[in-house]
């Protein structure tokens, strides 16, 4: 329980709430109506597909696959939030960034978004990536010069969340406007329909949209189009180009015998690879399974300053989500 105090240093005017030892995280989605768009990913109650997240799924019609439908409103009852983070100006007319932020205030402050919203819950992945690019790789790896690369390729293993939450990722084309980026999810536990499946994040009409060129080949892609791509597979099975980036979140390392496999791949590809893992008891298991898989070591573990607010209750250190 070390780390409490440091993890509830948020700017949040929930951040009590959230951060407290008997925080419940149904009470605290209902009673702010977050039960629709992305939400619904957090929720333990709410998990069919079927619910609000993929209304048209019924609908024999529809063409889309119905893990790719339902995202137009990600944000669900937070409007606002979602017409400043998805239809605002280019990136190029954002103010830009003169250095790294690293911290919740700074981004929140930059992006319009008030301290009393619950929006750092979603955008927690695209803010722990964008940390790992500005201040973390440059600092482990400075010989690459990742922040100079105009583009860059990034594999997210097993991190189904983020995959049923894309649109989010759109932020890294406001926060990092001179890069184009291509996201490659990779798990087994992913939609069958999405293996080998290829997706844009692009503005269309003012607005960010997901385009399926399956089905719109004729559609023009934006320069700033970020590239999405699936696998529904075992890391070690992919074959391909190999990325600039690996990343992990919440990565079941302990329970999935397939990392015995996965993590000598990751140390042939000598790319480097981050994981936020969800508490530091965790950190040392797969401390335990990297040894016996590669005789390699894990960096020791910080907390990110990109967390989600929410506390997991029952952690072994109660770290974020």
Same mark, same amino acid.
């Given at each position: 329980?070390?780390?409490?105090?440091?993890?509830?240093?948020?700017?949040?005017?929930y951040a009590a709430?959230?951060?407290?030892?008997?925080?419940?995280?149904?009470?605290?989605?209902?009673?702010?109506?977050?039960?629709?768009?992305?939400?619904?990913?957090?929720s333990l109650l709410v998990r069919s597909p079927r619910y609000e997240l993929h209304p048209t799924v019924e609908q024999s019609r529809d063409q889309y696959p119905h893990w790719f439908t339902g995202h137009s409103e990600p944000f669900g009852p937070l409007k606002r939030e979602g017409?400043?983070?998805?239809?605002?100006?280019?990136?190029?007319?954002?103010?830009?960034?003169?250095?790294?932020?690293?911290?919740?205030?700074?981004?929140?402050?930059?992006?319009?978004?008030?301290?009393?919203?619950p929006a750092a819950v979603l955008l927690s992945s695209p803010l722990s990536i964008y940390y790992i690019i500005t201040s973390l790789v440059p600092k482990d790896f400075p010989e690459l010069n990742i922040q100079k690369k105009q583009s860059l390729k990034i594999h997210i293993i097993d991190s189904y969340r983020e995959f049923h939450c894309l649109k989010v990722f759109w932020e890294?084309?406001?926060?990092?406007?001179?890069?184009?980026?291509?996201?490659?999810?990779? =798990?087994?536990?992913? @939609? %069958?329909?999405?293996?080998?499946?290829?997706?844009? /994040?692009?503005?269309?009409? !003012?607005r960010?949209? $997901?385009?399926?060129?399956?089905?719109?080949?004729?559609?023009?892609?934006?320069?700033?189009?970020i590239r999405v791509k699936g696998y529904r597979r075992a890391y070690h099975m992919l074959q391909g180009p190999k990325p600039d980036l690996v990343i992990g979140f919440r990565p079941a390392i302990l329970l999935q015998e397939s990392w015995l496999s996965i993590l000598p791949r990751l140390q042939s590809?000598?790319?480097?690879?981050?994981?936020?893992?969800?508490?530091?008891?965790?950190?040392?298991?797969?401390?335990?399974?990297?040894?016996?898989?590669?005789? =390699?070591?894990?960096? @020791? %573990?910080?907390?990110?300053?990109?967390?989600?607010? /929410?506390?997991?209750?029952? !952690?072994?250190?109660? $770290?974020?989500?």
């Amino acid at each position: 329980m070390s780390h409490d105090s440091q993890l509830a240093e948020l700017p949040f005017s929930y951040a009590a709430e959230v951060t407290a030892v008997d925080f419940d995280l149904e009470h605290f989605l209902n009673k702010n109506k977050l039960d629709s768009g992305y939400w619904v990913h957090w929720s333990l109650l709410v998990r069919s597909p079927r619910y609000e997240l993929h209304p048209t799924v019924e609908q024999s019609r529809d063409q889309y696959p119905h893990w790719f439908t339902g995202h137009s409103e990600p944000f669900g009852p937070l409007k606002r939030e979602g017409d400043i983070l998805l239809c605002s100006p280019a990136p190029h007319a954002v103010p830009s960034v003169t250095k790294p932020m690293v911290l919740w205030s700074q981004y929140c402050e930059w992006r319009g978004i008030s301290l009393s919203s619950p929006a750092a819950v979603l955008l927690s992945s695209p803010l722990s990536i964008y940390y790992i690019i500005t201040s973390l790789v440059p600092k482990d790896f400075p010989e690459l010069n990742i922040q100079k690369k105009q583009s860059l390729k990034i594999h997210i293993i097993d991190s189904y969340r983020e995959f049923h939450c894309l649109k989010v990722f759109w932020e890294l084309s406001i926060l990092l406007p001179h890069m184009t980026f291509e996201l490659v999810f990779i =798990g087994e536990g992913l @939609p %069958p329909e999405s293996d080998e499946e290829q997706l844009f /994040l692009q503005k269309k009409d !003012g607005r960010v949209n $997901l385009v399926n060129p399956s089905f719109t080949p004729d559609e023009k892609l934006d320069r700033r189009s970020i590239r999405v791509k699936g696998y529904r597979r075992a890391y070690h099975m992919l074959q391909g180009p190999k990325p600039d980036l690996v990343i992990g979140f919440r990565p079941a390392i302990l329970l999935q015998e397939s990392w015995l496999s996965i993590l000598p791949r990751l140390q042939s590809l000598r790319v480097p690879a981050y994981f936020c893992e969800v508490g530091e008891l965790s950190c040392e298991c797969s401390q335990q399974v990297m040894s016996q898989a590669t005789g =390699g070591t894990l960096s @020791p %573990p910080h907390v990110n300053p990109f967390h989600c607010p /929410l506390r997991i209750t029952g !952690g072994d250190n109660m $770290l974020p989500w």
